[in-house]
């Protein structure tokens, strides 16, 4: 008999500008979709309107947030 499990999640919230790099931040199907909601880099944007933050996918997707918005995520619980 062949047993699987499903890994642990964790739910909460990380603020805009803290957001893990490298971290899956929202489960997925499959693992070829883990670049989708994976983040490469978090960068601060100033300009003469204010300070947002922009979060960059590995996939090379991007999301626009207000600096110190909270988003809600799902993360694998470490090992």
Do not use: K
């Not at 490298?22 to 199907?29: D, F, S």
């Not at 670049?35 to 880099?41: A, H, Q």
């Not at 100033?46 to 947030?65: D, K, L, S």
């Amino acid at each position: 008999m062949t047993t699987t499990t499903t890994p642990a999640w964790i739910d909460g919230t990380v603020t805009a500008e803290s957001a893990p790099i490298g971290v899956q931040l929202w489960p997925t199907r499959a693992p070829q979709y883990a670049p989708n909601f994976t983040l490469d880099r978090v960068e601060i944007v100033r300009n003469a309107i204010g300070t947002h933050v922009r979060w960059v996918y590995e996939n090379g997707t991007e999301r626009c947030f207000d600096f110190g918005h909270e988003i809600a995520v799902r993360t694998e619980r470490p090992i």
